[in-house]
């Protein structure tokens, strides 16, 4: 019988005192996009997970903010965190997610964040 | 209700679980899934964001006990270590698979999720999930009806 | 005789349920919980030490960071800038508060606090699950957990925000905060007029659990959701104190 072993205190050994995804900090790297960029939401295959909501791929937004560091939502779901990545909060006209949004609110917009892999520069 | 009653009621209402998507033959030939359905069969199925549906009445909803035992043993796991929420949220609102996800009670999934996780890390064998069912039910003399 | 006990056509009676019938999902809770306890997964006291952080939140300390914000532009600019930090002064302190302290697992130390002007509404919806902001707001609304909701706000904002009553003209900028990440979002509304001269207690008072996710507005004198069915549970929680 094989039987895995689990380490069960790695989180909060890294965590404890700081938060989460404050003990990120430093991990990432340098930033590729800043406040202001304008950024295509890339479609990447969406096989087994992603967090990268579908009805924002392909569409064009602005980043509003540089949010912290973090594994990507799509790793950190195997408990893979070896490579934390930038987030980013990136704005959106409506007019550009749906084509039938209406001309008289074209005001409204949609905020939501991405990890660095899911941008590309527009 | 019997188990053999149970059983035929049962096989009864599986074959009602269809696809969503309507196809004469089950387990189709390859050539028959264009890149639009394998990329709808292989969608997470958490990822709702503007699909329409239609206007219903906004409710409140009384919390069961269980369901708060649910959420406290599921943050418990979190937080010595069995897992982190990520890999909850990835096993409950996707692995689960379409139909669990739409046709499941919201701490239905939870709960699943989280006897899923003993099993899968080998912290307890299926048996041992197995037999603590069926002594909990014993215990509480539980009708079938429900 | 209730309904359930009535004859039917063939003068059957249904089966009287049990007294203390248990559902099955009951009993799983029941198996996974006693099997992580007897493998030393957690504690029964971790257990009860959660349920009781559980039962200690609530929408007040959002409520307070609110109205400490709308007398005091410094607080609220600190509010905007650094949620988690502004979160201090109401009592919440995201990553010790919690018996990890490391923070909650599922609601991470990530605050942010989004500024409402007369030109931007904010409403927050969690698309993917239902991530909610639960250490300074309590738990979720049912409603904010269907795919319902996840599926319409994010497309038809204004559909949606009709249906909880609230109307605004065509210029403001609605904008749909989607927590799909590790952020969780509490809205800071405009303060309304008829206010002046009020207290921190009195502000506080109008800021509901519903204005916060952004589906409603503060008014004087509104000081509870707005009226909604309510879906009884079968063995509701009990409280022991």
């Known amino acids: 019988m094989s039987k895995s072993q689990h380490d069960r205190t790695h989180h909060a050994k890294k965590a404890t005192g700081k938060g989460d995804p404050q003990c990120f900090k430093g991990e990432a790297g340098p930033a590729k996009f800043k406040v202001g960029d304008r950024v295509r939401i890339r479609d990447l295959p969406d096989i087994f997970y992603t967090r990268c909501q579908v009805y924002t791929r392909g569409a064009l937004g602005t980043v509003a903010a540089v949010v912290y560091e973090s594994p990507a939502a799509e790793d950190e779901a195997w408990d893979n965190t070896d490579k934390p990545e930038w987030f980013y909060s990136v704005k959106f006209q409506q007019k550009d997610l749906w084509p039938d949004y209406p001309d008289l609110y074209a005001n409204d917009t949609v905020e939501t964040e991405f990890s660095e892999r899911w941008l590309e520069k527009a | 209700m019997s188990t053999r009653s149970e059983v035929l009621k049962h096989l009864n209402l599986v074959g009602l679980l269809q696809p969503a998507l309507h196809v004469p033959q089950h387990a189709p030939y390859p050539d028959a899934i264009d890149h639009s359905l394998y990329r709808a069969y292989l969608r997470s199925s958490h990822d709702v964001g503007g699909e329409p549906d239609v206007p219903i009445a906004w409710e409140e909803k009384q919390e069961e006990q269980w369901e708060l035992n649910t959420f406290a043993t599921c943050e418990c796991l979190g937080w010595r270590g069995v897992w982190n929420a990520e890999e909850r949220r990835r096993r409950q609102n996707v692995d689960l698979g379409q139909t669990q996800y739409l046709g499941l009670p919201y701490y239905g999934r939870w709960l699943l999720t989280a006897a899923r996780i003993l099993v899968d890390k080998q912290y307890v064998t299926l048996t041992e999930l197995v037999n603590k069912i069926e002594e909990v039910k014993k215990r509480h003399e539980q009708k079938s009806a429900r | ?241």
């Open chain 3, 1 to 241: 005789m209730s309904d359930k006990h009535k004859e039917d056509e063939h003068g059957h009676r249904p089966p009287a349920p049990m007294v203390d019938e248990v559902s099955d999902f009951e009993v799983l809770e029941m198996a996974v919980r006693e099997l992580a306890i007897e493998k030393g997964l957690f504690s029964a006291e971790d257990h009860r030490r959660w349920t009781e952080y559980v039962h200690s939140l609530g929408p007040l300390p959002a409520a307070r960071l609110v109205a400490k914000a709308w007398l005091d532009p410094a607080y609220k600019k600190l509010a905007v800038a650094d949620g988690v930090k502004a979160s201090l002064e109401v009592g919440v302190d995201w990553i010790n508060s919690p018996p990890t302290g490391f923070g909650t697992p599922s609601d991470y130390c990530n605050l942010r606090v989004l500024e409402d002007t007369p030109k931007v509404k904010h409403v927050v919806v969690c698309t993917l699950c239902s991530c909610y902001p639960r250490p300074i707001l309590g738990n979720s609304p049912e409603w904010y957990r269907t795919p319902n909701y996840r599926r319409r706000l994010v497309r038809w904002p204004r559909q949606v925000l009709a249906e909880f009553g609230l109307q605004l003209p065509p210029d403001v900028e609605i904008r749909v905060a989607d927590s799909n990440q590790k952020t969780r979002y509490i809205v800071l509304p405009t303060r309304p007029a008829g206010t002046e001269g009020w207290t921190e207690d009195q502000l506080a008072e109008i800021v509901t659990r519903d204005c916060l996710i952004g589906v409603a507005v503060p008014k004087p004198g509104i000081k509870a959701n707005a009226k909604r069915t309510v879906h009884p549970a079968v063995h509701p929680v009990h409280h022991d104190h």
